[in-house]
């Protein structure tokens, strides 16, 4: 028996048909697919929600490479509410994939990934009362800072990834402060799908492919990644646009791992999105 999404049932099943309006524009990648990065920072919410031991996000992280992950993203927040300080030095040491340290520019959060040394961070915005991150990061703004950051950073050896809107001011900021990569916010693209907003939607994944279209032009070097909210229900059409070398997916790929395992949820989510 098929196992649904563990969305709301008021979720639209997203296709290519039904969300396609243009043909892609040519790719400046190299790999005809995307990448799936797995976020396991909810093995942790589940450990840190009894304050014992397991589940392991080790155990987690080295249980999705298996099943396929191409790499492996934790958050280490400012309020440490699901990622510790030890997770991360023990997936960083034993990862055979590659670590996405997701985190926010702070001299604290500096100090720590230099001396971790992830093959990625990614720099997001913090708010202590939100459940989940609610934006991007707002780098047109903090330029001056973030570009003094990243080149830290670039000088520990690690590659930056910035989080951010799909909006042209954010990109080319992005691109300014001579960021490796970034990754656009797909998260209004999930919302209008769960709300059985169709046309919301449709017009959330132009928006979304324009971004990209707007980033290849401004750095053809730039690694254009994507995340926040993406299932098996909506992760194809985002995974099909031209460009894209990475999808970061955590929430809803732990959500299903609750009924068919961890290892059969990267399965079943890397089919999704190459279906």
Known sequence: MAIPSQVSSSQQNVTPENLQQQPPKESLQKNPLPLLGVNIDHVATLRQARGVSYPSPLA?????EKAGADGITIHLREDRRHIQDTDVYEIAEQLT????????????????????QPFWVCLVPEKRAELTTEGGLDVARQKVWLTDYIDKLHNAGIKVSLFIDPNETQIKAAVACQADAIELHTGAYAEMGLAGNIEGQRAELQRIKQAVSIA???DNKLL??????????NVSAIAQIDGIYELNIGHALVADAVFVGLAQAVTMMKAAMYQ
């Open 60 to 64: 987690a992280a080295l249980l999705c």
């Open 224 to 233: 254009i990644n994507a995340g926040h909210g993406l299932t098996r229900d």
């Open 97 to 116: 994939t590659r670590l996405n340290l997701e985190m926010a520019a702070t001299t604290e959060m500096l100090a720590i990934a230099c001396e971790v």
């Open 216 to 218: 290849q032009h401004a």
